[in-house]
């Protein structure tokens, strides 16, 4: 057997074929660029078309999410698109519903505020302005905001809710209703009740006394 120091160029050739090829840094960009490798899901973007669909299944439907998801997805204006899940469907919705509403709070004022000769782009101008100074963000769904408005489901719907909470903002909880007295304060009013007791007896008493007093006095004159 022949052998051989690690020195020697046998041994360096002989690691050189066992080694991995050197790795290309634009090759393996471009691998990964790829139109035939599979990339991770993005998020997708509600779109205004979306967006009105959504409204009208709402708006024509149940409340339950798996009618509104058929109903979105059955619509002839995505045939060829990717569905939406219910859960999309009801996440989106519930900020559209959120944002439409305080948008109209923020419109009702700028109506409220509309000057003489103002149009009523100005008062939607003004509008943005109060939503951004309340909420520090600019009102992206007017489209939304046309569409619900004037229905009478989904302002029925809001308005109830509203109430409800103020309402519940009114009311007082049961426990502060019914609480009943600590061992303390039922000590201090049992005894105020015994003291008030006694004192009557004992006026009752003294009054008693000055009427026999009076009857002797007469008596005796």
């Known amino acids: 057997m022949d052998h051989f120091s690690l020195n020697s160029p046998r041994f360096v050739n002989l690691l050189a074929s066992q080694s991995s090829p050197p790795i290309d840094v634009d090759s393996a960009e471009a691998a990964v660029n790829s139109p035939g490798l599979v990339k991770p899901a993005e998020r997708r973007k509600w779109s205004t078309k979306e967006d009105i669909v959504l409204i009208s299944a709402w708006l024509n439907t149940s409340k339950d999410l798996i009618r509104i998801e058929e109903y979105f997805n059955s619509s002839p204006r995505f045939i060829g698109s990717l569905p939406r899940e219910w859960s999309q469907c009801k996440q989106r919705w519930g900020r559209v519903n959120a944002e439409v509403c305080k948008f109209v709070g923020c419109h009702e004022t700028a109506l409220k505020e509309q000057a003489s000769g103002e149009s009523e782009n100005d008062v939607m101008k003004a509008a943005h302005n109060i939503f951004l100074n309340d909420y520090h963000v600019k009102f992206t769904l007017e489209h939304c905001w046309r569409e619900l408005r004037f229905d009478q489901k ?36 049992k005894h105020k009740r015994l003291n008030e007791a006694t004192f009557d007896q004992i006026q009752s008493i003294l009054a008693q006394k000055n009427t026999i007093s009076n009857k002797r006095s007469l008596i005796v004159s």
Not at 161 to 169: L, Q, S, Y
Not at 173 to 180: K, S, Y
């Open 154 to 189: 989904w302002r029925s719907h809001s308005q109830s809710k509203e109430k409800r909470k103020e309402a519940c903002a009114d009311v007082v909880p049961d426990e502060e209703e019914v609480r009943p007295p600590g061992v303390k304060a039922s000590k201090v009013a």
